[in-house]
């Protein structure tokens, strides 16, 4: 009977037990991890598209459990550990509003710390800060930041052309509206007014002069929408789009002449002489000019944007601008004005810097051909460039982005989870290429709390 004791070693047994005990718990928190990021992919999939997570009752039973209850069930028809979970959990099944908050914290949070990393390895860093009212009354300040990241990369409808291109055939539906007598006098009657409007001369006229103007605004609208607009672009856009409602305002005696001689005009109507239409007409032109101008005006340190103009290069190689290179070194002080002068004029000779179109455009050329070390005073007035922000277009998204997630039905949501909400919507394609984003998101909340759910490895 005691022929073998002794031969079995108890630590070789403990050592045992205790590698099978960290085995069991490591699969138990692989397991508890795959449920927990099906559940933040649940929420970040409200989040992306601005939809409300809680419905009016979260219960089992309830006919209206809200869309991240209702998500949830989904992928757990389509995913069996997550349904198994849902079904006997009985310690943290994961779709309490406590839980949300929480993960939606642990997002903001981890969203957050990539912009810093981001911010922190550039050079130059601008803000923008701006601020509204949301539906609750209460003052939102939206800070926007701009920099340059690793890859290079910045961080950042009209219905008159429709009425113009079909306006005969919304002539002949009115008056089918009106003399058919199918439809009740309100119809009738405003049916018979619009089809007056579009044949009265004073309006065809208007609708052939904003015909006209409207592209030229949706061009620029397109172009100052962009999130890597740089002082460059932005100035020979609006330079082009000045000349093109320039042009507009110098062809309007033929567009005058054209509309009166095609017009046929309701005698009981009196409308307004040729005369009047053109010095309207260019009232609206002198207008748009105007405010282009006063809105667009650039303060005397962008002029350092003309530097690095692409189709003035070959201008610059006859007479080098002096002057903007003397403001753009008492603008920036950190700038070696000698060493930039020496880059510059060099640049400008050489013909395959002219292609380039922008500053973005210039600086990827210099990093795809490893030039920042040989043009480092121009690669660093570019990233100042590039970094300052041109619109303030990048800030009202971000408002149109607040009244589509605070809304009125919405309205008593707490700040905490408006940020987290807001930044999810704003920012979807970072959260998609932030590597192992549900990975930090589940190590920030498994390190909340003491938990009794374990999501941490041995």
Known sequence: RLQFFGKLSIAEQLDEGYRIGIRRHNEEVTKNRHILSRIIDCVKFCGAFELALRGHNESESSDNPGIFRGL????????????????????????????????????????????????????????QADETTDIATQCQLVLVLRYIDGK???????????????????????????DSGDFDPVTTREA??????????????????????????????????????????IKGSIQQFQQDIQKIRNSLHSLVNQSSEGASQPKRRRSLSPDVHERIAIEVCDTILQHTMERFCFTSHLVSATLLQADRFEQYTVAFPEDALSRTLKAYPVLNGSKLKTELSLIYCKEEFRTCCGAVDLLQLFKENNLEEVFSETVTLLKILITTPMTTAEAERCFSTLKRVKTFLRNSMTQERLNALAMLSMEKRMVTEIIDFNQKVIEKFASQKERRAKFIFK
Do not use: W
């Not at 290079?152 to 009106?178: D, K, P, W």
């Not at 605004?217 to 002082?231: F, N, P, R």
């Open 72 to 127: 949830v069930d989904f992928v757990a028809s389509l995913d069996g550990v997550l349904k198994e979970h849902l079904e006997n959990a009985s310690v943290f099944k994961g779709t309490s509003k406590t839980v949300q908050n929480e993960l939606l914290d642990c997002m903001l949070s981890v969203m957050r710390e990539h912009i810093i990393q981001e911010a922190q390895k550039s050079d130059f860093l601008s803000i």
């Open 152 to 178: 290079s990369n910045v961080q950042e409808s009209r219905a008159i052309n429709t009425v113009f291109e079909h306006r005969e055939g919304l002539i002949r539906c009115f008056e089918t509206i009106r």
């Open 192 to 233: 018979g007014g619009f089809a007056m409007l579009l044949e009265d001369q004073d309006f065809n006229f208007f609708l052939q002069l904003f015909h006209n103007i409207m592209p030229h605004m949706d061009i620029l609208y397109a172009k100052l929408q962009k999130k890597d607009i740089d002082s460059v672009h």
